[in-house]
T-cell receptor, first 112, second 111 residues
Framework: DGGITQSPKYLFRKEGQNVTLSCEQN?????MYWYRQDPGQGLRLIYY???????QKGDIAEGYSVSREKKESFPLTVTSAQKNPTAFYLC???????????FGSGTRLTVV | AQTVTQSQPEMSVQEAETVTLSCTYD???????LFWYKQPPSRQMILVIR??????QNATENRFSVNFQKAAKSFSLKISDSQLGDAAMYFC????????FGAGTRLTVKP
């Protein structure tokens, strides 16, 4: 079955450490997105990529980095520069803007 | 930048009744797409309904329908014959080059 896989489901990080969240899709979608979800704030866009080897910053890119070396993969690194990284992270992909997005099941990151 | 506003943080409906969730958005574009997503306790985002801005006809999907008022930049979701499984967070979203979401409305369905 086609879909988006995010791993791990739960992730714990010590302060000062970088951590990478995985997002893989087998839908042959060109565009991929990373969102952060905090209580009461909906989803906020971190980074997005519309083609391989190209990506753009969203509204809250500071403290995050991404890569898009393969069409299927769009990993997100939460760096130690991110001041408040504890959140729920969602990855999404789409053929184009009129199709809506397909979402992964999310990763819950907790800084301990 | 496009913004999406959901003015109802929480709503409640009796099972089998009808409820309407409000959404307004701001954009300078004339061609765009609007969506409603459902997020149940599992936190999986599920597409409920979509609307193309250049179409005047309101979209419907079974018990879900929208009231799209382009001039007013309003995009409300009506859920008819509410069921217990409809209880969830509902997010309105606007998509031009990337999708922006409202803060969400938590819907409770009372048996």
């Amino acid at each position: 079955d086609g879909g988006i896989t995010q791993s791990p489901k739960y992730l714990f990080r010590k302060e000062g450490q970088n951590v990478t969240l995985s997002c893989e899709q087998n839908l042959n979608h060109d565009a991929m997105y990373w969102y952060r979800q905090d209580p009461g704030q909906g989803l906020r866009l971190i980074y997005y990529s519309q083609i391989v080897n190209d990506f753009q910053k969203g509204d809250i890119a500071e403290g995050y980095s991404v890569s898009r070396e393969k069409k299927e993969s769009f990993p997100l690194t939460v760096t130690s520069a991110q001041k408040n990284p504890t959140a729920f992270y969602l990855c999404a992909s789409t053929y184009g803007r009129d199709y809506g997005y397909t979402f992964g099941s999310g990763t819950r990151l907790t800084v301990v | 930048a496009q913004t999406v506003t959901q003015s109802q943080p929480e709503m409640s409906v009796q099972e089998a009744e009808t409820v309407t969730l409000s959404c307004t958005y701001d954009t300078s574009e004339s061609d765009y797409y609007l969506f409603w997503y459902k997020q149940p306790p599992s936190r999986q985002m599920i597409l409920v309904i979509r609307q193309e801005a250049y179409k005047q006809q309101n979209a419907t999907e079974n018990r879900f329908s929208v009231n799209f008022q382009k001039a007013a930049k309003s995009f409300s979701l009506k859920i008819s014959d509410s069921q217990l499984g409809d209880a969830a967070m509902y997010f309105c979203a606007h998509n031009n080059n990337d999708m922006r979401f409202g803060a969400g409305t938590r819907l409770t369905v009372k048996p």
